[in-house]
C-alpha cells in the first residue's frame, strides 16, 4: 500500500461505518423505494470521497473514454 493509500484511508476512516448503514438501508430499501431515493445516501458518500481525493489529484492518471 502507498503512503497516499494509507493517508486516504486514515483520513476517510470516519465515514466507514456511514457507509455500511447507506449500504445496508440500499439494500434493505430495494423492493418498496424507487432507486433515486434509495442510493442518496449512497450518492453523498461518493461525493465526500472525490472531494478527498481532489486536493491530492495531479490528473496525471486520468482516462479517457
Known amino acids: 500500500m502507498t503512503p ?3 493517508q ?3 483520513k ?3 465515514l466507514r461505518p456511514i457507509t ?3 449500504t445496508a438501508f440500499s439494500i434493505g430499501t430495494s ?3 424507487p432507486s433515486p431515493i434509495r ?3 449512497l450518492k453523498l ?3 465526500i ?3 478527498y481525493h481532489k486536493p491530492t489529484d495531479s490528473g496525471c492518471n486520468k482516462h479517457g473514454g
Open 39 to 41: 442510493n442518496a445516501p
Open 49 to 51: 470521497l472525490r472531494a
Open 31 to 33: 423492493s418498496w423505494l
Open 8 to 10: 486516504f484511508l486514515q
Open 45 to 47: 458518500i461518493q461525493r
Open 12 to 14: 476517510t476512516q470516519w
Open 4 to 6: 497516499y493509500q494509507k
Open 20 to 22: 455500511r448503514m447507506a
